[in-house]
């Protein structure tokens, strides 16, 4: 291996160069957030953004997946690059050559790693949050989130009062500094306690989702955990979305189903390299194989057949496949029978329970 040539300093200075936020930000949408800088996570799935770039701190870290590092190991995960790759990318980025000491310029300030006590608090406090909203929002029946899901399709009272879904007359959508009536899922996590939570903003009349640009938000810890709409049994049904999970199992009675909020929670996270993209010169597909230390959603033993309730209007359906692929071999390989359900090209389940065009959601 060459590794050896590249010595302690050598990284340091490639590292104290290499502005953070500029080089994810070349990849990824950041908005700043206080000292830090947010983006969604290209490493998993996700329409709410989780993904934290400290660049005073020289590491990102999704409170999604888990992904987390300092630039190099951003480099490796996005292009599949082993160590010395994505150390000599970012070398020559910063202007040096592995082994090249005459580029000038003072380094930055030596780089600080967070500590597991950081990003100990920082997990509290986001649980905190949820647990906080979930506390002050009321229950379902005779609300606008009531209004909101019978639009939806949604007709069955039992789901229609569901415990794990509430409504907040008011919650902030931080984006735009609106109050805006709200759905509020619980999240819990494998043990059953709340670490997320999901919201849905809505129109004052309840009939739709808000027309701000992202009416769907997650917050808190949602990866690993699940919106519960019963009990697991021996057949548990994962969905993605809320409502297309609650049209599943309006539609399959006695079937338990629990929403995961995104494909990658349901893939959870992968090992080794991806394909090449098909379409996208340049990108990688995620894993196929999944990493079954880092799972996201968890089961309860009980379940023996887990059925994958998948949508299929995603815009990059080459990535999707390839995580549905992880899914299946990670329930497999933890001894579970797998099906996956899959609606037409371009709808999800809440299309097929309305009987509307895929393009109308
Ligand atoms: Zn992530």
């Not at 340091?12 to 908005?31: F, K, N, P, Q, Y």
């Not at 899914?327 to 999800?348: K, N, Q, T, Y």
Request: proline share 8%.
């Amino acid at each position: 291996m060459n590794a050896p040539r590249f010595t302690e300093a050598f990284l340091d200075d490639v590292r104290a160069r290499t502005s953070l936020v500029e080089l994810i930000g070349g990849h990824v949408r950041l908005m700043r957030r206080g000292r830090d800088h947010v983006g969604a996570c290209p490493f998993h799935d996700e329409r709410t953004p989780s993904f934290t770039v400290s660049e005073e701190k020289g590491f990102f870290h999704c409170f999604g997946c888990g992904a987390h590092g300092d630039a190099i190991a951003f480099l490796q995960r996005l292009g599949g690059l082993r160590f010395p790759g994505a150390l000599e990318a970012l070398a020559s980025r910063a202007g040096l050559l592995p082994g090249r000491d005459d580029a000038a310029g003072a380094p930055r300030p030596a780089i600080e790693r967070p500590s597991p006590r950081d990003l100990e608090d920082r997990r509290r406090d986001l649980i905190a949050w949820s647990r906080r909203i979930w506390r002050e929002a009321t229950a379902l029946p005779g609300t606008l989130g009531e209004v909101y899901l019978r639009h939806r399709g949604i007709a069955s009272p039992e789901l229609l009062a569901v415990p794990t879904l509430r409504y907040a007359a008011a919650l902030e959508h931080r984006e735009t500094g609106l109050m805006l009536p709200t759905l509020v899922g619980a999240v819990q996590g494998a043990d059953g306690s709340i670490t997320g939570i999901h919201r849905t903003f809505l129109t004052s009349d309840g009939r739709g989702k808000a027309g701000v640009s992202s009416p769907k938000k997650m917050g808190g810890i949602c990866w690993g955990g699940a919106v519960r709409f019963a009990k697991a049994g021996e057949r548990l049904a994962i969905g993605e979305g809320i409502e297309t999970t609650l049209s599943v199992v309006q539609s399959v009675p006695g079937l338990p189903g629990w929403a995961a909020l995104s494909l990658g929670n349901i893939a959870g996270a992968g090992f080794g390299p991806g394909k090449p993209h098909p379409r996208l010169p340049g990108r990688v597909l995620p894993a196929e194989e999944p990493d079954m230390g880092r799972p996201g959603i968890r089961f309860p033993d009980v379940v023996r057949e887990v059925v994958i309730c998948a949508d299929a209007d995603s815009r990059d359906p080459e990535s999707a496949e390839a995580l549905l692929i992880r899914a299946g071999r990670r329930f497999m390989a933890e001894g579970r029978i797998v099906r996956m359900a899959r609606p037409p090209l371009g709808s999800d389940f809440n299309d097929i329970l309305r009987g509307v065009p895929s393009d109308e959601h």
